[in-house]
């Protein structure tokens, strides 16, 4: 039997307790399938009297995690502590420097940090690992990194965080209103009691910048993502894109196009027979659009103990097989910078939804809006009687759809009724998913 | 720059035409991928002189495959011909006897000789690698085999081949029977003219075979493998199917229980709410079960010179990183040996369509049959009017859909029934996927 790769693991909350479990539930098929055990050799978290449901004396406890890096029982440390910087970083660096390899489950930090970790891991010659930092459980880092690789991606685009789908998703089946549901949502443990890193598409932007990077072989450029939220969603919404044949989903989406880099995080009209409309609850799902292999669709549980662990123990495997290379796909040096792409440029449909005061003139003045900015209307439709939520009497919803135009003339068009004294409320857009 | 991985290439029908095109377009990308240059050097067909729209004239042809394996200048074969035995499984020996790694795209000959070869590469210490022979190219053998190796995998099952996808979605979306859709699909270039492999299942077994060794850490056992095609799939049942909220596919499933193993390509009725049941046309998806991951659904084109191709190279990037392992995601002494389960002990639901002759205690007949057998019916539906498609006035179609209970008890039931005077043609059996 060949030696045990000796893991060291840094944080001990949901995920680390599932990887505890995990390695012992399937010690013996891991082993067959690494080819070696993997032993936990030392652990550490901030309180140690906490009850986690594992037993953690086999192991070497250190109250400071900076201490794992250099313990001399440990190959490699698998970091779920989360945070972009802080103690997370510094135990990146610290391993890497030592030239061992690393484990992270770290969006947060990869997506800020993954390019000078991926440059260290590289000199040291030691793995940079980050499956569990995307999409939980489904294997897309390496589906993309390798199974994919023969393809110039076009698009990655995605599900990519499963509060907001869970929300989105709810109001679809059951009704209600942003609010109401993500309260629900609380209550149940699908959200956070501070939830904005995952209604505000914070998260989702995270996965979304390094998907990109390892999809276009470009450097990671997380502060170019445009990022929004599901806050503004209502119930009229998804009533609104029902009838027109869509689902409404929060969509990381990110394309390549003559050396130029989209990213963007916004919610979307997906129509009813795109993979990612079927996407329910809390699954995340990615498309990957190859310029050989077509369309490449992946679904599987974003988040939680037993996929995130899966995630984590699938790269102390590749690391135990001494299968890895390039953090991402291939040498740092290699890897090149787009600028972003100019936005209103950018051709497609939208959705928007307008609260507006039920009077005359009001139509004229939004159409003529329109109009003067060059926006075609596909569709559109105003329903009779009030519109509760804006919380006055005389308000009505007026919903429209676009033809494919730029999108800089909606923005236009936007811009012009700003202030209008028609308006109850701000505009809602979305964009539609014609992929 | 690395020195180059150097490629030989035997078989140059769609698939080899493909990967030279691949290779050709996407070099500089794969190169940067890869970490050193991959070139054809040598290639081998039947017919030199074919036009395959791609120009051969820089690689050294050989006449006999044979040839390829011991070329100075070949570090990997990459074998694109195809059959379980002959020139394919000769060349597989040869290349790897001669300690070079070895690429495939045939499922029949990793179905039938994957255990001899992954031993042979296993001592020879180089790569068999085939990714492309399943599902073409969604890379669901490097996902099980590395994404989800921290799992025991509990259940893997999906739509394994297009034709047979193609065509029963063509006969839900256009209606008619499968002889007339059939022809369509010859007509069109779905299916071969001679569409047995495809529509009888055989295909489907192959590749069925394969996930299920990978999946579970078994033998390769092909033999064992129930097959069925869709044949016998008329246009009633895929509207009755409908009816009653589900999707008629063709769908390879094979499960591990208490070191028993199940594996059956058959005729399904599938929940609409199921992931399988939004797989359309010749699309290919696959669903793995993990004890820890949960629920894994990988979708993609099947087949097809670009995604084939797209599988091929990126095994052969694998191969340029020096990443690979044992064939079947374990060393070959570690793969388990199980017995089949015994069908008849597995529980679940049934749809049976009966052409019966519309005449007195028909129905007392068939309903005495399935409570001798022990079968509870949940639901039952006769349509009044003839059922053409047996050819005679008197005849029409019974449907039935069970309760859970064991299959035995299902095919007990069908054999009371057996030579009956009231039944009009064979019963037809589906089974119905509760996962």
């Known amino acids: 039997m060949s030696e045990a790769l000796r893991v060291a693991l840094a944080g001990l909350g949901t995920v680390g307790a599932g990887v505890i479990k995990l390695l012992d539930e399937n010690r013996e098929l891991i082993e067959r399938r690494a ?11 901030r309180d140690r009297s906490r009850d986690r449901g594992v037993d953690l004396s086999p192991f070497a406890w250190e109250d400071d995690s900076a201490a794992l ?17 802080g103690p997370a970083l510094n135990l990146a660096r610290d391993t890497l420097k030592a030239g061992k390899s690393f484990v992270t489950a770290n969006k947060a930090m990869i997506a800020h940090h993954g390019l000078e970790l991926a440059e260290m891991a590289e000199k040291a010659k030691v793995a940079l690992k980050y499956e569990a930092a995307v999409a939980g ?19 990655v685009y995605g599900i990519l965080n499963g509060t907001c789908n869970y929300i989105l998703t709810e109001m679809e089946s059951a009704g209600g209103d942003f609010s109401d549901v993500l309260a629900e949502a609380q209550a149940l443990g699908y959200a956070e009691a501070d939830p904005t890193f995952d209604i505000d598409g914070i998260d989702a932007a995270h996965k979304l910048a390094i998907l990109a990077s390892l999809s276009f072989g470009t450097a990671l450029d997380f502060d170019s993502v445009a990022t929004s939220g599901i806050r503004q969603v209502i119930a009229a919404d998804i009533a609104e894109a029902r009838a027109l044949g869509f689902k409404v ?12 880099l989209f990213q963007r995080v916004h919610c979307c009209l997906v129509p009813r027979k795109h993979p990612l409309a079927h996407v329910a609850g809390s699954l995340n ?3 990957a659009q190859g310029n050989f292999v077509g369309r490449l669709f992946f679904e599987g ?16 495997i590749d690391v135990a097989r001494g299968e890895y290379g390039p953090a991402f796909a291939m040498p740092f040096a290699r890897l090149t910078t787009s600028d972003p792409v100019n936005v209103g440029e950018r051709r497609g449909r939208a959705y928007l939804r307008f609260a507006v005061h039920d009077r005359p003139g009001v139509l ?7 109009r003067d900015a060059n926006v075609s209307i596909e569709s559109m439709i105003q329903r009779g009687g009030a519109a509760p939520s804006e919380g006055s009497d005389d308000v009505v919803h007026l919903i429209m759809v676009t033809h494919e ?8 068009a936007l811009e012009r009724l700003r202030g209008s004294q028609s308006l109850a409320g701000e505009p809602m857009l979305m964009h539609i998913l014609d992929l």
């Open 285 to 287: 799902a990615i498309v």
């Open 69 to 85: 890096a250099a313990r001399a029982d440990v190959d490699v440390v698998a970091e779920l502590i989360g945070g972009s910087d």
């Open 35 to 45: 080819g070696r055990p993997i032993e936990i050799t030392a652990v550490s978290a």
């Open 137 to 155: 459980g489904i294997p897309v880092i390496k589906g993309l990194r390798e199974g994919a690789a023969a393809n110039a991606i076009t698009s």
């Open 301 to 316: 549980a974003g988040a939680g103990e037993g996929p995130t662990a899966s995630a984590v123990v699938a790269d102390l």
């Open 405 to 412: 135009g730029p999108e800089r003339c909606v923005a236009d």
């Open 364 to 370: 004229a003045e939004i159409t003529a809006a329109m």
């Open 249 to 260: 989903r929060l969509v990381g989406m990110a394309e390549a196009n003559g050396g130029k």
